[in-house]
């Protein structure tokens, strides 16, 4: 059974970095052709795929964010981690991280709340 698990800080003030990490269990993040997400959801709204990063290491980005977003990776731990820079209070979410096949999500974190306030 594939476990995934979201791990950062609660609270980021604005114009800061929100990092975050996913510790994945049961899979390895590696495994050929598996893709490793970010989702998030604001308060009101949606669902909104941040972006992934690929069992080689490769990543792509949603348009909306990609400018602030950095997703990588440490294969030794089966982690992968998201960076957002330049946080406002619009960044205010519960984020998710998922494993799927491009954007066919199969399993997913229970998510972990970030509020951006000074």
């Known amino acids: 059974q594939v476990r995934l698990q979201e791990s950062g800080p609660g609270l980021v003030k604005p114009s800061q970095t929100l990092a975050l990490a996913c510790t994945v269990s049961?899979?390895?993040?590696?495994?050929?052709?598996?893709?490793w997400s970010w989702i998030r959801q604001s308060p009101g709204k949606g669902l909104e795929w941040i972006g992934y990063?690929?069992?080689?290491?490769?990543?792509t980005y949603g348009p909306a964010l990609k400018s602030r977003t950095s997703i990588s990776r440490d294969t030794s731990k089966n982690q992968f981690t998201l960076q957002l820079s330049t946080v406002t209070p619009e960044d205010t979410a519960v984020y998710y991280c998922?494993?799927?096949?491009?954007?066919?999500?199969?399993?997913w974190g229970r998510g972990t709340q970030v509020t951006v306030s000074s």
């Open positions: 990063i690929t069992n080689s290491g490769s990543t």
């Open positions: 998922a494993r799927g096949y491009g954007h066919d999500f199969n399993s």
């Open positions: 049961g899979d390895s993040i590696t495994t050929n052709f598996v893709y």
